[in-house]
């Protein structure tokens, strides 16, 4: 009926929350075991988050890791935790994190893409202001990635927009590689994707690192299974990413 279409998505908003307290009541009783759900950004979700997922279930059988990796945006993150959906979001800190609370474990650095003929794939090295005479493949005006590009070329004193805007990094590239422009991309997204028949060029004045951390609610009390993740991740020492450019 109308009635129940309308009821349904709150009904199983409800439902969803009961089992969420059902999964704290038995952490509470056994902290050993529970259920914890991340949000994560593509350039850990494929790299370091499933490995840290692994070595959890290892160490701890009776933890369930849930992991929601469709986040291509800071902002979807920060939104989930607020509402409750996750007990932990893995990205970086933003001015929209009000509220929220971040543990760095690590940095990775902007590089910039090019294709092999253009005019800097001969450098290794390049300044902001000679990347910003070429069009530019721009990640979403929300992902923190593009704040920190738009802050690197007003540091310059150049306001540079993007010729054309994507969310997912391997749309990117592959306009790179189509010779639609250029794009200054993570180093840990650069691992993971294929960039063959591209260039990857370091980048300064300035050189710009990206936090990478957990963010949480402090004002959300956490299960013991969600403390005990936490904290595994903090004896575990850096984020493993991999070389970083020199």
């Given amino acids: 009926t109308t009635t129940g ?34 949000a994560c950004i593509p350039s850990l979700s494929n790299t370091w988050i499933p490995s840290l997922i692994a070595r959890v279930e290892q160490a701890y059988p009776r933890i369930k890791v849930i992991l929601k990796d469709a986040m291509t945006e ?51 090295l390049v300044r902001w202001s000679e990347l910003a ?30 010729k054309r805007e994507v969310s997912l990094i391997t749309t990117a590239i592959g306009m790179v590689r189509a010779g639609l422009g250029v794009s200054v991309l993570p180093t840990t997204a650069i691992e993971v994707c294929n960039v063959a028949g591209l260039k ?6 300035p050189r710009v690192r990206r936090p990478l951390g957990f963010l949480h609610l402090p004002t959300r009390s956490l299960s013991p299974a969600a403390r005990l993740l936490l904290r595994f991740v903090k004896d575990a020492g850096p984020i493993p990413l991999g070389k970083q450019p020199e």
């Fill in 133 to 162: 005479e070429s069009p530019l493949i721009g990640m979403s005006y929300q992902s923190h990635v593009r704040m920190l590009v738009d802050e690197a070329f007003a540091a310059n004193g150049i306001s540079k927009r993007p």
């Fill in 200 to 205: 990857v060029l370091r980048l300064h004045a």
């Fill in 5 to 38: 279409r309308e009821l349904l998505p709150e009904l199983q908003r409800i439902l969803a929350n009961l089992e969420v307290v059902i999964e704290d009541v038995r952490g509470a009783a056994s902290p050993r075991g529970g259920t914890v759900t991340l």
């Fill in 74 to 124: 800071n902002r979807s993150i920060h939104e989930m935790l607020r509402t409750g959906d996750i007990d932990y979001g893995v990205g970086s800190p933003s001015v929209e994190q009000d509220g929220l609370e971040f543990d760095l474990l690590a940095h990775d650095e902007l590089v910039a893409v090019v294709p092999q003929d253009h005019p800097l794939a001969r450098r290794t």
